[in-house]
């Protein structure tokens, strides 16, 4: 059974740091592209960032600069490191897999239910 397990959030202060990590079991994770999605309260989810087979990364805009997005396929994880962290990054993180988009910027468009894995998300607070 395909399944994505994110893990790594928590309470930080402005300006701190945080990796998530997103664990795949059950499918060829090396063949698909994997993103990384957020909800703040009150919010819809929108795209962080996202990152293809061969490492070619997408950011929005809000993460530009201040997030990366990794990969270690033998591994079957996906990490986002995030620094300068900010108030308004304060959300439920989640991470997907798709096969079948063509870029990661197109998977990184793609509504949420479109996906073919999603994960259950971590809780990141931001807060002083």
Do not use: H
Request: aromatic letters at 10%; one cysteine or more; charged letters at 20%.
């Amino acid at each position: 059974q395909a399944q994505l397990v994110e893990s790594g959030g928590g309470l930080v202060q402005p300006g701190g740091s945080l990796r998530l990590s997103c664990v795949a079991s059950g499918f060829r994770m090396d063949s698909y592209k994997i993103g990384w999605f957020r909800q703040a309260p009150g919010k819809e989810r929108e795209a962080v960032s996202c990152i293809s087979t061969d490492g070619t990364t997408f950011y929005a805009r809000s993460a530009k600069g201040r997030f990366t997005v990794s990969r270690d396929n033998a591994n079957k994880i996906v990490y986002l490191q995030m620094n300068s962290l900010k108030p308004e990054d304060t959300a439920v993180y989640y991470c997907a897999a798709d096969g079948v988009v063509a870029t990661v910027a197109g998977m990184c468009a793609q509504p949420w239910g479109a996906l073919d894995y999603r994960g259950e998300g971590t809780l990141v607070t931001v807060s002083s």
